[in-house]
């Protein structure tokens, strides 16, 4: 068994901190209806870096996070929930532009057949900055996460790389979430170039094979050979890759030339959405805790069970004994699908 050679300075007095989207999920209340059908919503705070942060304050870690919201009820919204969860928001900004804050309206037409309906047009988590990141949040934290959708526009790109520089200065820990979402890009080939020099510069990198595939398409692996990705990133910062294959699992790839794989878990499943945030959360928590890779990777797939089985990503994500009994309880055979 492999534990992660990541070093996370014990001495720092926050655990985690986030940079990227905060935004509005807008979740369907009636679920295996098309949105055409659908007309009554219930509003969660989301974006995929604001759903791990809230994920990993429910595990108990101490959190920040870094991005800016729009001046209006909903950015309120947002960082009142993050206030409330526990998280330091002294790194969120209020824009003064007239952005607006992204939606994400949800699609429930059956448990495995979901989708997302985006309004990301002049958002207000795209206007962060490179000026407006606190070095001491970053400099004061183990681990610091960045996401893909905040490198798709400037200034955010360039707040992002301010801040994996500021990461770097300060010995801070780096996961890369790619969070690869399309319709906030303007060419395949920009997308590849931004998450190239961003990945680079991270220790952990996490992404579904279509997601590398992306990555890759600047040439160099046509027979999309897991082996070949990760191999990539260690000659580079990384220590970790985790490359996600849908419902045939997850393989996270070391350094050492190791592969580690974890048993899953059955789930209930409401919904598709918020399992890769959740499982994100439990996974870097069991890093931060070290325990052994396919543990941490285990702990973060009940994570996921948990969410998916509930109607919203944010408020579902789960405490440390919740998931801790959620495995037991699948291992007695008690919940079963």
């Known amino acids: ?83 409330r969860e526990g998280i330091e928001t002294s790194g969120v900004t209020v824009d003064k532009t007239g952005a607006v804050t992204g939606l ?40 610091l996460l960045i ?35 399309p319709y906030t890009w303007t060419s395949d080939e920009e997308t590849a170039v931004y998450y190239n020099l961003a990945a680079e510069k991270c220790d952990i990198i996490i992404g579904t094979r279509e997601e590398f595939d992306m990555m890759e398409r600047l040439g160099g692996n046509p027979g999309r050979d897991d082996h070949i990705t990760a191999a990539k990133w260690f000659h580079h910062s990384a220590d970790i890759v985790i490359i996600k294959h849908g419902k045939d699992g997850s393989i996270a790839y070391t350094k050492d030339g190791a592969s580690h794989r974890a048993r899953s878990f059955p789930a209930k499943v409401v919904k598709t959405f918020g399992a890769g945030d959740s499982y994100a959360a439990g996974f870097l928590y069991g890093l931060m805790q070290g325990w052994e890779i396919s543990a941490s990777m285990e702990f973060g797939s009940a994570a996921a069970c948990i969410v998916i089985s509930s109607h919203s990503c944010s408020d579902a994500m789960p405490t440390a004994p919740q998931v801790h009994d959620y495995i037991e309880r699948c291992l007695k055979g008690e919940i079963n699908v």
């Not at 801070?172 to 790619?178: K, V, W």
Request: net charge negative; with cysteine.
């Open 1 to 83: 068994m492999t534990k992660s050679r990541i070093a996370f300075d014990a001495s720092k007095p926050l655990d985690f901190v986030a940079i990227g989207r905060l935004c509005i999920d807008l979740n369907a209340n009636e679920i295996n209806r098309p949105m055409e059908e659908t007309v009554t919503f219930t509003k969660y705070v989301g974006g995929s870096p604001a759903n791990i942060c809230i994920g990993m304050s429910r595990l108990g870690q101490r959190t920040a996070f870094i991005g800016k919201v729009a001046d209006d009820q909903m950015g309120r919204f947002i960082t009142g929930y993050l206030d």
């Open 104 to 143: 994400a309206f949800t699609e429930i037409k059956s448990p495995t057949d979901c989708s997302i309906l985006m309004y990301r047009d002049n958002v207000a988590d795209l206007k962060l900055e490179a000026g407006e990141v606190k070095e001491e949040l970053i400099a004061d934290a183990k681990l």
């Open 147 to 181: 996401s893909g959708t905040a490198l798709a526009q400037s200034p955010s790109r360039e707040a992002v790389f301010q801040a994996l520089d500021y990461a770097k200065r300060h010995g801070t820990a780096i996961a890369f979430d790619l969070d690869y979402r």
